[in-house]
């Protein structure tokens, strides 16, 4: 079992408090009633002063939040301009989703249509198009004529 940090420093400081506790326990038996009063009081108020750290849920943050995608229906003054402002980035990533599977198809298509021009238009035995290693040849083949 892995125990953070965190755990470990807040394990040692409750260890280092009971027993500095202890110790001043153990030496209050003999001191004087009226020291061990004003201790006593002493201790109560910085009990009573101590800062309990407040956490916040996500309940709370959710409900005090008021972002626009939150918000549409709450009619709390946003205009449509800014409706369509918030919906304007989501239309232009769609588009761009789109045209880029169009470009991308394109290029495939042509690369395919290459391929069997190729084929097509070369003096080869039959024997050639069985051989595993001919749609490498012919990449090889476009790969140096294309830098003219």
Not at 56 to 64: K, L, P, R
Not at 89 to 110: E, K, M, W, Y
Request: net charge neutral; proline share 5%.
């Amino acid at each position: 079992m892995k125990i953070s940090l965190q755990k470990k420093s807040a394990i040692l400081q409750d260890r280092f408090g009971l027993r500095t506790a202890s110790y001043l326990s153990a030496g209050t038996a003999e001191l004087p009633h009226d020291i061990s009063e004003r201790l006593r009081s002493a201790r109560v108020q910085a009990v009573s002063q101590r800062k309990i750290p407040h956490t916040q849920t996500a309940g709370g943050v959710v409900q005090s939040g008021g972002s626009a995608a939150l918000t549409w229906g709450s009619g709390e003054g946003f205009s449509w301009w800014n409706r369509i402002g918030s919906v304007l980035p989501l239309i232009a990533l769609v588009a761009g989703l789109l045209a880029i599977n169009s470009f991308q198809s394109d290029n495939r298509t042509q690369e395919l249509a290459e391929v069997d021009a190729a084929l097509l238009t070369d003096d080869l035995p039959p024997a050639a198009f069985a051989d595993p290693g001919f749609v490498q040849f012919l990449q090889t083949g476009r790969q140096l004529a294309s830098p003219q």
